[in-house]
């Protein structure tokens, strides 16, 4: 089992606080919610709890059978799908999944190829990234997400760019991992995030 711990947790930019005092006890097979109104700091919470961003005050550990997880290894127990986290548009599907599956293999029990029947993206195989539609990299993005072998899931924004088929897409997919995974979405549209276990209102942290 794997869990994160967050205690005091506070980040600034210049002289201004985002949020403070943040105290979290994160636990694989739970999924959490980060709310709040746009620019409250969830996104900038989840690049903390992924390694990304420093904190400016407090500190984040993790463990794994209650025991610390080495810094330098910490990447590869985390998978995150964001509006900014980018694809590399100049591969195409099939050379971006083998570029990445060596950096965070899939879980034994799924293939490249079944992942892309999964994601509905099984006939781009050989197109390049650049041309997909914003729907189709957002696909990919969550796909490679679940189906990593990480047991940390963090999710901002997931159903962003994506249709009513895709949302549906989104919800049988969650659905399949919260019960193994470590989940963190943040989002401000409750039909991302209403299954979740807790939801945390960031905005109680504004100082």
């Not at 189906?147 to 659905?175: A, F, K, M, T």
């Not at 995974?181 to 991302?192: A, D, G, P, R």
Request: some cysteine.
């Amino acid at each position: 089992m794997i869990r994160i711990e967050a205690e005091q947790l506070g980040k600034k930019f210049g002289r201004e606080w985002i949020f403070r005092n943040i105290n979290l006890n994160l636990q694989q097979e739970k999924s959490y919610a980060f709310t709040g109104y746009n620019g409250s700091g969830k996104s900038t919470l989840l690049l903390i709890l992924a390694g990304m961003l420093p904190p400016s005050a407090g500190k984040i550990s993790y463990y794994q059978q209650d025991k610390p997880i080495d810094e330098e290894s910490i990447f590869r127990q985390i998978s995150i799908a964001a509006p900014y986290v980018e694809l590399i548009e100049e591969f195409t599907l099939e050379e971006f999944l083998d570029f990445h599956t060596t950096l965070k293999p899939l879980q034994p029990d799924i293939t490249a190829k079944e992942l892309l029947e999964r994601t509905g993206l099984i006939n781009a195989r050989q197109k390049y990234i650049q041309q997909f539609s914003s729907g189709m990299k957002q696909r990919l993005k969550l796909g490679i997400t679940f189906y990593s072998q990480s047991p940390i899931l963090l999710l901002d924004e997931p159903c962003s760019n994506l249709d009513q088929q895709g949302i549906r897409w989104y919800h049988e997919e969650v659905r399949q991992h919260i019960s193994k995974k470590l989940v963190v979405i943040c989002s401000n549209q409750s039909f991302e995030y209403d299954f979740c276990n807790q939801i945390v209102d960031i905005t109680q942290f504004k100082r």
